[in-house]
């Protein structure tokens, strides 16, 4: 099946915490795995991405791990700033292909 | 460079109505993909092209739903009989090739059917 559960739904944080938020996927096949976050009435952007070959992956204060046996990635936001604030999905591409599966997204609120 | 564009911005139909939903993707880019956001919802997948051809077409709803990419650059999706389910953002996003590429994401077209 082609599916991808995103955890949490809202997430809270005060300037200079750490925020992490956890997805999980269905296709084995699955090999790659992008981040995008869209603030309101924008564009989703590309944050970061990974792919299966490496278990994690650093730019800056953003971080992305990928843990393949339990078909599990999360991002990691260090030092947040309220600029961070946005929502963020999650996806992975189906069978190897082009099609990604989109997860709920989560709502990050960074409080100054 | 340019990035992926989208017209219209808006578009409000009627039920029934046909529309057009035109995607300019950046320039090179092989693959071509559409997707359709709801209100708090993630992007659903619909359709996407390598070249000028459909490889992927799973996401379409039904076959009111239709897209071409005759050239190879440009493609325009095109619903008929509108409904208001299909009241959405439709987003496009274009990448150098399929597969494990970034996909980038022009800033979509909000179709309103009322």
């Known amino acids: 099946g082609e599916n991808v559960e995103q955890h949490p739904s809202t997430l809270s944080v005060q300037e200079g915490d750490s925020a992490v938020i956890k997805c999980t996927y269905s296709d084995s096949a699955s090999n790659y795995f992008p ?22 992956k650093k730019d800056q204060r953003i971080a992305v791990t990928l843990n393949k046996t339990a078909k599990h990635f999360s991002l990691h936001i260090t030092e947040t700033q309220p600029e961070d604030s946005a929502v963020y999905f ?18 990050l609120s960074v409080k100054p | 460079g340019a990035g ?13 109505k046909y529309v057009e ?3 300019d ?8 993909y559409w997707y359709r956001q709801s209100l708090g919802q993630g992007p659903e997948f619909l359709i996407y092209f390598q070249g000028t051809g459909a ?5 379409l709803p039904n076959d009111r739903f239709f897209a ?14 509108t409904e208001r389910g299909d009241s959405a953002v439709y987003l496009c996003a274009s990448s150098p090739s399929q597969g494990l590429y970034e996909q980038y994401f022009g800033p979509g077209t909000r179709l309103t059917v009322t």
Do not use: M
Not at chain 1, 35 to 48: D, F, H, M, N, T
Not at chain 2, 68 to 81: A, M, N, Y
């Open chain 1, 35 to 56: 981040w995008y976050k869209q603030e309101l009435g924008k564009r989703p952007q590309l944050i970061i991405d990974i792919r299966s070959n490496v278990g994690e």
């Open chain 1, 90 to 107: 999650c996806a992975a591409n189906y069978n190897q292909g082009g099609k990604l599966i989109f997860g709920q997204g989560t709502e």
């Open chain 2, 4 to 16: 992926v564009s989208q017209t219209p911005s808006n578009k409000v139909t009627e039920k029934g």
């Open chain 2, 21 to 23: 939903l035109r995607c």
């Open chain 2, 25 to 32: 993707p950046i320039s090179g880019h092989t693959a071509l």
């Open chain 2, 55 to 59: 490889a992927d077409d799973s996401g």
């Open chain 2, 68 to 81: 071409v990419r005759p050239e190879g650059s440009v493609s325009t999706l095109k619903i008929q009989r």
